[in-house]
Every structure is written in C-alpha cells, then in structure tokens.
C-alpha cells in the first residue's frame, strides 16, 4: 500500500516536470525579441502576449501586396468596438503583415506567407504628446527571420496617421462578424 501511494507520487512529480518543462520550451519559443524603435524607445516585449489580441479588422494592401490583420488589446478591443471617439489610456493596436500566395488547396485564394512586420500604437498621453496624438508608434520589420526596428522613426508614420485625425489617428474600423 505505502509503495504503491510512493509511486504514484514519483509518477506524479515526473509528470509535472515534463509539463513544466514543455510549458517552458513554448514559452521560450514565444519570447520577443529585446529591440526598441529609435525615437519613441518603444519595445517589442511591450506587446508580449500580443498573438492572444482580438482582430478588429484585416486589410489586403494592394500596393505591398501584403495581408494584414489588425488585433487590439482588451482596452482597444472594447473601445473599437464602441466606436469611441477617442481611444482610452493603454490601448494598444498591432499590426501584423504577410506576404500573400496562391493557397497551397486551393490556388484561386490567397493565403498568408512569410511574415513581413509587427507594427504597434500604444496610447499614453503622459509620454506621447507630438502633434497632440497621444499615440506612441513602433514598427519591427522581418528580414532573414530577423526583426529590425524601423531606423527612420516614428515620425514619418505620425505624418501619414495624421490623415484621420477624426477618427484618433486610426484607419482601421471595427469589422463586423455578424
Ligand atoms: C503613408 C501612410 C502610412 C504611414 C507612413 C504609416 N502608416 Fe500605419 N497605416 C496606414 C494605413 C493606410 C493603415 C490601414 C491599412 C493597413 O492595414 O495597412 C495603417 C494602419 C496602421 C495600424 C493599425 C491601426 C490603424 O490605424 O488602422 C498601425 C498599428 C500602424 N498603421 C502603425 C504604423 C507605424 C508604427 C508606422 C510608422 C513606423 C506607420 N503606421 C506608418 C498608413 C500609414
């Protein structure tokens, strides 16, 4: 009796170990890359955990030829989906691009292919004050596997989100799934 409640704790305690030691290889494969934007010193690591955001919207650009899903944090999430005016302290939008392929089953649709850039905007009023914004903007591009920060900054996507000013700086409309 006393042997048999041993092994089951020994089997117990091993099979803990195997989880713990395969929750850690997932969790390293996911660990971002230690890189900051020039200017706005803004990290990737900032968005940790992003791949668990909620889409609000996605784009095909026909000019990169890239598709594009926009994913929100749960305090841009609910404030897009309330189509508020002016987005809330601490919200955060990413912005993932692919290339695009004919689908391998399928040829007539595209399907994403290689991951091109992780760009994010993060509201903080008490860092990010330019052109009265509020919008703090990083942009990581995929090269050879590798993630670059963007070297030109931030201002140069200040003055092309300046273009929807109404709409607190962001072309992005919450889409609809029902
Ligand atoms: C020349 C114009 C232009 C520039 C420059 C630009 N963007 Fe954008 N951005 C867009 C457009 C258009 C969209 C929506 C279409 C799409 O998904 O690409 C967008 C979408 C976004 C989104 C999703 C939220 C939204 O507004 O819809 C983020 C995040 C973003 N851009 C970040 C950046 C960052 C960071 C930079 C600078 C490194 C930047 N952008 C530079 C035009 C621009």
Redesign the pocket.
Known sequence: MKTNKKNKLVFAGILLGMMLTYQNLVASDMRLPNIK?PDSNLTFKMIEGYQDYKIV?S?Y?TD?K?I?Y?LANKIGYDALKKKAKVMPEGSK???I?WSAKPMATWPDALEADELQRV???VKDSSVFNADGDHWG???FVKKDKQYIP?K???A??I???K??KESD????KFQETY
Do not use: D, N
């Open positions: 934007m919207a784009h650009r990169k890239e594009r926009i939008i990413v912005k691009g760009e994010y905007m903007y990083a942009r963007y030109e900054g931030s140069e996507c003055s092309c989100h273009a929807v700086y962001l072309f992005s």
